[in-house]
């Protein structure tokens, strides 16, 4: 682990490229967030990584996915509608910086991997033990039977970065779960009544979770000063608003130049599902002048609509 969050930041995009250089040799094809979450596994987050921000997602995970977009820049990684690939150059870069300093110092730099690097060769095979006849069918038997028990490297790492995401909203959550209804508001006496009349009850608070989609993305015509490979482009991460658990509207803060910029809600990194100006299906681009900076922007799903901070 790194001294700070910038190294160790680092480690984690070099983690995100030995993943994705691993899966040319296992075959086996991870989701993004499973790349994340294997990331994060072999470079642990410290106390202040861990530390939830309102959308209820871990500091480092936040920093490390919008550190990605440094990965698409060196020519290393490729964020495609099917998901994340690892380019010939990346592979190579791992070869090349295989030092966790040096690697870094490249990145930040832009330093090409140097010509003639090869491509990293395939991890060693363990040879298979040899079997006596006899017993040839009985191994058989019990290899079929760990294999089938045995979960795939993908279904692992997909568990670790769900436990990853479910320990980081558990806390959000249960602040929801927990919040007390209001007081009850106490009788007022009248003063010729022979009885005080039951007191009126005020409402309790309201933590009932609304119904979500899977993801919801703010496409628009500024998207690559995001990080993504382009603009318009639904499928990305770095386009991907954050859930805040506790008023349950999706929330993404983007930090772009002054300008006037165009833009659509789209649900489940598609088209099939978008919102435009007054929450309208399908509807006319949300337009915004910009004068430059933080630009937070919400949206309702109760709604459909969306507000500008």
């Known amino acids: 682990m790194g001294a700070n ?16 250089a691993e899966e040319v040799w296992t075959g086996e094809k991870l989701n993004a967030g499973a790349v994340l979450g294997e990331a994060i596994v072999r470079v642990p987050l410290n106390d202040h990584e861990r530390e939830l921000l309102s959308g209820g997602i871990p500091r480092g995970h936040k920093t490390l996915t919008s550190a990605t977009a440094k990965l698409v820049k060196a020519g290393w990684l490729v964020k495609g509608r099917s998901g994340w690939s690892i380019t010939d150059d990346g592979q190579r870069a791992t070869v090349a910086f295989a030092e966790p300093g040096a690697f870094a110092e490249a990145l930040d730099a832009g330093t090409p991997v140097p010509a003639g690097t090869p491509l990293p060769s395939a991890p060693a095979e363990k ?9 040839a069918a009985k191994a058989t038997a019990k290899t079929a039977a ?17 436990k990853l995401v479910e320990e980081a909203v558990a806390p959000v959550a249960k ?32 933590t009932e979770t609304i119904d979500q989609p899977e993801a919801v993305a703010v496409a628009g015509d500024f998207n690559i000063l995001l990080g993504a490979p382009a603009n318009w482009a639904p499928q990305y991460d770095e386009v991907q608003m954050e859930l805040d658990l506790v008023d349950q ?17 789209a649900l489940n990194r598609s088209w099939d599902e978008n919102y435009g100006a007054f929450g309208t299906f399908d509807g006319p ?10 630009l937070v922007i919400q949206y309702d799903h109760r709604t459909r609509d969306i507000v500008l901070r």
Do not use: C, M, Q
């Open 249 to 265: 509207l999706w929330k993404i803060a983007a930090d772009i130049p002054a300008g006037f910029y165009t833009f659509k809600i």
């Open 146 to 162: 760990k294999a089938e028990k045995a979960p795939s490297t993908a279904g692992k790492v997909a568990d670790k970065a769900a």
């Open 5 to 20: 969050t910038a190294e160790n930041t680092n480690l984690r995009l070099k983690a995100v490229l030995d993943v994705l």
């Open 285 to 294: 681009n949300h337009e915004v002048h910009h004068d430059g900076g933080v």
């Open 175 to 206: 602040a929801v779960r927990k919040r007390k209804p209001a007081a009850k508001a106490p009788a007022a006496e009248a003063p010729t009544a022979v009885s005080a009349a039951p007191a009126a009850e005020a409402p309790a608070v309201s």
């Open 127 to 135: 040879p298979a033990a040899k079997t006596p006849a006899k017993t």
